[in-house]
């Protein structure tokens, strides 16, 4: 496992770093607004999928809590 604060702020050996350890997918949590655009091209692999953990419209957690 690794971690990122994020992944559009990886260079060339951001990437190559945890695919020569076998890392096939980097999961990005973070909301579609908090992502910036990526400083350099993204290899093939790893794949990227973005899951926000706390979508804005998703209201749950912050009225209960």
């Known amino acids: 496992m690794f971690r990122a604060d994020g992944l559009d702020g990886l260079a060339g050996r951001g990437w190559t770093t945890p695919a020569a350890y076998g890392v096939g997918t980097a999961i990005d949590l973070r909301n579609h ?33």
């Not at 992502?35 to 749950?60: C, F, K, M, N, W």
Request: proline share 15%.
């Open 33 to 65: 607004d908090g992502a910036g655009v990526d400083h350099t091209p993204r290899p093939a692999g790893p794949a990227a999928p973005r899951s926000p953990l706390d979508e804005i419209g998703q209201r749950y957690f912050r009225d209960v809590w």
